[in-house]
């Protein structure tokens, strides 16, 4: 299928370890239900799925309608990976690299350079530079330059992505500037709020942070306040008197 047959506005695919883009293509009497859309071959855009109704043929015409609040989720989810590298470097250290991202619409993982485990506190501060970004509701400006003029500018080339001569860097607030070919925010108040979800290794010196951001991080934070209360219920106190109890 050529682009121009594609979802209205730029098509989210794996790039950045994001998932793709689900939703329909409708024509007259056929309708294909897409669960995933891929980048082919650098130049091509493929959906997979499945025909719900009628038949395609060559040369037919499609609309497409993305799943516009799975894509939004997906988007915030992906800014915040970037603001998450930047506050990971700024605490840990520059030895801070990217080995691995997936950027799904419930939630974020990062896995990165690290050789201990990260405490609490370095957890606490790292999240707290997040959220800080995320209020200072900086623009998210995306630029096109050639290679060695976006590394000159300062952008960090993330662990697997493939690169041209002419890249797109993507920077937000004076934090992160990161090559990227991704769908964004436009500004980083977008992001609502970034909650870290766990920490952990997962082989020698790669650790991996799972997070969760805007009504994902609400929810989130919903329900650890349920168990909350209702560990106090069952210990016949309040959530001030938990800790005692």
Not at 130 to 139: G, K, L, M, Q, W
Not at 203 to 218: C, F, K, S, Y
Request: charge should be neutral; charged fraction near 25%; proline fraction near 2%.
């Amino acid at each position: 299928t050529r682009k121009r047959t594609l979802f209205p506005y730029t098509t989210l695919f794996r790039s950045g370890g994001q998932v793709g883009d689900t939703g329909t293509l409708a024509g007259e009497g056929a309708g294909f239900a897409v669960s995933d859309t891929q980048k082919l071959a650098g130049q091509f855009f493929g959906h997979v799925g499945s025909l719900a109704v009628g038949s395609l043929r060559r040369g037919d015409r499609l609309q497409g309608r993305v799943d516009t609040a799975r894509r939004e989720a997906i988007v915030l989810n992906h800014s915040a990976t970037h603001l998450l590298h930047a506050a990971l470097r700024r605490v840990l250290g520059t030895h801070v690299t990217q080995k691995g991202s997936l950027v799904a619409p419930d939630r974020l993982r990062f896995d990165f350079a690290h050789f201990q485990p990260v405490t609490a506190p370095e957890l606490a501060e790292i999240e707290r530079l997040v959220n800080v970004e995320i209020r200072a509701n900086s623009d998210a400006e995306v630029r096109h330059m050639g290679m060695q003029e976006a590394l000159d500018f300062g952008a960090m080339a993330l662990f697997g992505e493939k690169y041209g001569e002419h890249v797109r860097v993507l920077r937000m607030g004076e934090t992160s500037t990161e090559l990227c070919g991704g769908t964004h925010v436009r500004r980083t108040g977008d992001i609502g709020v970034f909650k870290i979800v766990s920490e952990g290794g997962i082989q020698a010196g790669v650790r991996r942070i799972e997070a969760v951001t805007g009504q994902g991080a609400l929810d989130f934070v919903d329900e650890q306040e349920r168990r909350l209360n209702e560990a106090a219920g069952l210990l016949g106190g309040s959530t001030a008197d938990l800790t005692e109890k």
